[in-house]
């Protein structure tokens, strides 16, 4: 049933893109166009933070998913189907759950979009304990094992980076100079925030191993010898015995940090804190300011309150 609705939905999306060119279109030709920047379209806003740092303002940049929603779950508005035809590219992040779902119905609905993988090149984490929480695929069916949260990591950043101004400078060639100054300086913010991690995780003091409760932080954890422990279980609420589980393996590995995000709930890992003294810290790895954030998930492993 859900299928059959997302087909409705996008026949509808199809006529609605005809009819409103066919009453758009000889308004438009009768006036001059004004020239706007051309429309790049990525899936989640640490992208549009990359492709904005590079692009500068040769490109306006939107993303499908909003603020405050997880990527995992969201389903497109009509509106944002018709207003993808206005896109010149989609840079996608890799193999999250909205891409997973929905990237072949959106190419479907605008073949004269440029696809770019801005995850070629990355070094895969492959895990079986990541599943699609969307409705659109069976709940729980593996994700080919692919680890997909590939931007919390400066290694991987570096990559996306590189793919993106290949990306801009394919779409627009004349400016591939202006491009690749911008694509150094990111380059070279992404090592700061690097370094500045390096050392804040080297002291002695410094958390090794912190839980979580959707496994986002993988490959910040490999970049930097770090243990994750997420609470959920195969992409759903832990068991009671599996939450009996999680706070002895809390006690035996000396977990400070309990990390929650927004679209998710957090009552487990209340749980957890006040049955092992841990502190509850609330991340945002979707979040757009993607160098503020990584550095706050780095202080909260380096700092030593107690709740």
């Known amino acids: 049933m859900k299928l059959q609705m997302k087909s409705i939905m996008m026949l509808f999306i199809t006529g609605y893109s005809l009819l409103l060119a066919a009453c758009t279109g000889n308004a438009t030709s009768n006036k001059v166009e004004k020239q706007e920047k051309p429309i790049i379209t990525v899936t989640i806003e ?3 933070y990359f492709t904005e740092a590079i692009a500068g303002d040769k490109f306006e940049v939107v993303s499908m998913v909003p603020k405050g929603v997880s990527p995992e779950t969201y389903d497109p508005v009509p509106q944002q189907l018709v207003s993808l035809r206005n896109s010149e590219a989609y840079l996608r992040i890799g193999h999250i759950g909205f891409e997973r779902v929905w990237m072949d119905k959106l ?4 073949p004269h979009i ?4 801005t995850s070629k090149g990355v070094d895969f984490i492959f895990d079986d304990h990541h599943h699609c929480h969307h409705e659109g695929k069976s709940h729980g069916e593996p994700m080919h094992g692919i680890e ?20 801009l400078s394919q779409l627009d060639k004349e400016n591939t100079n ?14 700061q925030v690097d370094s500045l991690i390096h050392k804040q995780l080297s002291a002695p003091t410094a958390a090794k191993t912190f839980m ?28 009671p015995a599996h939450l009996k589980a999680l706070i002895d393996l809390c ?21 957890i804190m ?7 810290v609330s991340i945002n790895p979707l979040n757009y300011a993607w160098e503020e954030e990584m550095l706050n998930i780095t202080q909260a492993l380096t700092t030593t309150e107690q709740p």
């Not at 202006?178 to 090592?191: F, G, N, T």
């Open 46 to 48: 640490p992208q549009r």
């Open 107 to 110: 190419m479907d609905n605008t």
């Open 148 to 167: 997909p949260h590939i931007w919390s990591s400066t290694t991987n950043a570096l990559i996306i980076a590189g793919n993106t101004f290949k990306a």
């Open 251 to 271: 006690k035996a590995s000396d977990v400070r940090v309990i990390f929650v995000q927004p679209e998710f709930d957090q009552r487990n890992a209340e749980t």
């Open 274 to 280: 006040k049955q092992t003294g841990t502190r509850i």
């Open 178 to 191: 202006y491009y690749m100054a911008r694509y150094d300086s990111l380059c070279h913010r992404i090592m």
């Open 114 to 117: 440029q696809v770019f993988d």
């Open 212 to 239: 979580i409760y959707h496994p986002a932080l993988s490959y910040f954890a490999r970049d930097y010898g770090l243990q994750q422990i997420p609470i959920e279980e195969g992409g759903k609420e832990p068991s």
